[in-house]
């Protein structure tokens, strides 16, 4: 299983964050999604899905992945 760190930018509530998970979560090979509202922070664990993907994702739930590790 690999772990990935994104920075998202827009997000501002708790709302923000239950649409990052939701759009993150449908992501196939996604395991789980774990979001730091203060600092901006999205890590995703599982294993198969591509940065493109989970941009994408963020994208559909209104945000913009800034940088990813």
Same mark, same amino acid.
């Given at each position: #299983?690999?772990?990935?760190? &994104?920075?998202? *930018? $827009? #997000? =501002?509530?708790?709302?923000? +964050?239950?649409?990052? +998970?939701?759009? !993150?979560?449908?992501?196939? $090979? =996604? /395991?789980? +999604? @774990?979001? @730091? %509202?203060?600092?901006?922070?999205?890590?995703?664990?599982?294993?198969?899905?591509? @940065? *493109? /993907? !989970?941009?994408?994702?963020?994208? =559909?739930?209104? &945000?913009? +992945? %800034?940088? @990813?590790?």
């Amino acid at each position: #299983m690999s772990t990935k760190n &994104y920075s998202v *930018e $827009g #997000m =501002t509530c708790e709302h923000c +964050v239950s649409s990052v +998970v939701e759009e !993150i979560s449908e992501v196939p $090979g =996604t /395991q789980g +999604v @774990d979001v @730091d %509202l203060e600092n901006g922070r999205v890590v995703v664990t599982g294993e198969g899905f591509t @940065d *493109e /993907q !989970i941009a994408a994702a963020v994208e =559909t739930a209104g &945000y913009k +992945v %800034l940088s @990813d590790n």
